[in-house]
């Protein structure tokens, strides 16, 4: 039987349904649309949560070995969370003008090194660097914030990505869902999702200040705890 019509296809077809949503997304930009853009990306974002966790539960990887899950989900990754959402936030004004087109730049290839350390993160349990959490710009784009904050912003977190300080895997990765506090990226964002998707920025902007702040104690507050040994090297995905 082909491999693309055994049932188990269906979920690389999610991923790949991500990466068609995140051209459609660079479409719409081109033609001005940028709200429905952004609610491409936030679906892309929704399919990145569900992925790789409906893959393991289906054992997709026994079931299709013909085809590499994990590279299809890095391609999608990296288009979807990183490539469109750049081209919305330059397309936009989200960076101060002269600096749009470096920090994006910056951004994507910073992303493409990130995700091709991948395999040495789930060997070693911690990540050189932090995550590549470009998409959380997206908070900023909705609470339009001065763009100097957003530029200060991006290039803060493309130096920590660069920076050799250890990050364990937590939930600012989005696929390793856990019970409890370091799962909190994961679930906040999801009950987020449908008032962001509906209200995009008229939604109430406590709602990103909260994510947002998260964001920042993920980026500063657990490498921290991974040295003190509060938080422990590891993968431990439960889901």
Known sequence: MPFFSRPAFCIHLLTLSGLALAFIAIVLCAQGNFDAAARALLVVLVIDHLDGTLARHFRVREKIPE?????????????????????????????????????????????????????????????????????????????????????????????????????????????????????????????????????????PAFVYWILFVNVLAQLLVMPLLLALGVVQPGLRRVY
Not at 79 to 108: I, K
Not at 171 to 186: A, F, L, Y
Request: charged share 5%; hydrophobic share 50%.
């Open 67 to 203: 085809v590499s899950g994990e590279t299809i989900d890095l391609v999608t990754d990296i288009a979807g969370l990183t490539f469109a959402p750049m081209f919305l936030f330059y397309s936009t004004g989200v960076f101060l003008p002269g600096w749009a087109l470096p920090v994006c730049l910056l951004a994507v290839m910073t992303c493409s090194l990130k995700y091709a350390m991948k395999q040495n993160t789930l060997q070693d349990g911690y990540t050189l660097g932090a995550p590549p959490v470009y998409y959380s710009v997206f908070l900023l784009y909705f609470l339009h914030v001065p763009q100097i904050w957003a530029t200060m912003y991006a290039l803060a977190l493309t130096a920590l990505c660069l920076l050799p300080i250890r990050y364990p895997i937590t939930s600012i990765v989005t696929t390793h869902w856990k019970p409890g506090w370091q799962s909190i990226t994961n679930y906040l964002s999801f009950l987020a999702m449908p008032v962001a998707f509906i209200c995009l920025d008229k939604a």
